[in-house]
């Protein structure tokens, strides 16, 4: 009996889905897709804005090197607040000395957004002045160290790269996507 009401109520959901989508125009849906669109830029601009938004690498490349992919998607980040920052992303050294960039609720500065002039397409730069060493879960000797970051972020796709210049190391850039943490 319960199999009869479980099949009349999959067959009642899906008459009224082939309806519904049967009464919508090519048109409205087209508008509908555009006005998702259009919400999903205006909270991703929110967010690149108001500082509040987060970074999942995918892949990361260091200079003359062919991109290197990051399967535990979710443990890596770079979670932005208005004044501080959480990183935990993998990084290397020019000689190969792979560790984890690690750091809690560090502050940052110079934060800047910059449209490059279409509506879509971003520029943010950040720095990150005189951490220590022992705050980072990097394996090398304790000494202050100067981060800046270069971010560009399309907010069609919510895709994004990030580029770390170090003062101790070449740049590496990662690419990813970037969600609202709203």
Known sequence: ????????????????AISFAQSTTPEQRQ????????ESIGL?????AEQTFVFYP?????PYQNPVQIYSSGSYYIDFYPESFDMNVPFEINGGQPFTFNTSLSNYSNYTVTNTGDGVN???TAQLDNISNSNMGAGF???????QFHMSV???????????????SAPISYQ???YSNQ
């Open 122 to 124: 971003f520029i943010i």
């Open 31 to 38: 508008q509908r897709r555009q006005q998702r669109q259009e």
């Open 154 to 168: 399309n907010l069609l796709s919510a895709n994004a790269i990030i580029s770390i210049y170090p003062n101790f």
């Open 58 to 62: 995918q892949s990361y490349t260091l």
């Open 141 to 147: 000797d304790a000494q202050n160290i100067n981060l």
């Open 1 to 16: 009996m319960k199999k009869i009401f479980i099949a009349l109520a999959i067959i009642t959901m899906g008459t009224s």
């Open 176 to 178: 990813g996507t970037v």
């Open 44 to 48: 991703l601009k929110e967010a690149l």
